[in-house]
């Protein structure tokens, strides 16, 4: 069933993400975990958008070792309506690190929140699975939530149902 239809992730996605996250090959690159998984939601949730593998132009060096996972939804004029930072579990279990990955989102906002033609940009910052989620007001050129210290835990239908309203918005405003 489409997104657009469904009332709860579907059971296949659910798996792939259980599967991933305890996977454990010491050899294999922690990318390789997430990209799999948060491209096929990506995918999933907006089938008329495209969210191709992303550079790191922007970033420093620096940056580019804490980011495994960076994926951008586009419109159809190439225009991103939503982005995903992706970093590794062990992200969530510090303050410092929680507080850079804040950090970094806001950055990637200063970037992209200009192109945006839909009154917001949405950001996803996940920790692993643990999710914290951004709205960038176009017109006003403004970043929600304020810090916090903690990210939101893995709760599946409180996360589908957000997920619901922000393809819903992103939809709404892309006609």
Not at 95 to 102: I, T, V
Not at 128 to 151: H, K, M, W
Request: hydrophobic fraction near 35%; charge should be negative.
């Amino acid at each position: 069933m489409p997104f657009s239809t469904d009332a709860t992730w579907p059971k296949d996605l659910l798996t792939i993400f259980d599967i991933y996250r305890h996977h454990d090959d010491s050899d294999e690159l922690p990318e390789n975990r997430y990209y799999g998984p948060y491209n096929k939601l990506l995918n999933y949730c907006f089938s008329d958008f495209i969210a191709p593998h992303q550079h790191f132009g922007d970033l420093t060096l620096s940056d580019t070792v804490d980011v495994i996972v960076f994926l951008i939804v586009f419109d159809a004029n190439c225009r991103p309506v939503l982005f995903a930072e992706v970093k590794d579990d062990a992200w969530n279990t510090r303050p410092d690190f929680r507080l850079s990955a804040d950090e970094q989102m806001r950055q990637r906002y200063d970037t992209m929140l200009s192109k945006c033609l839909i009154p917001r940009l949405w950001g996803l910052s996940l920790l692993g699975t643990s999710l914290r989620v951004y709205c960038g007001g176009v017109a006003t050129n403004s970043i929600e939530p304020g810090f916090e210290d903690s990210q939101s835990p893995d709760h599946n239908q409180p996360r589908f149902d957000k997920m619901k309203e922000i393809v819903g918005d992103i939809l709404a405003h892309s006609t």
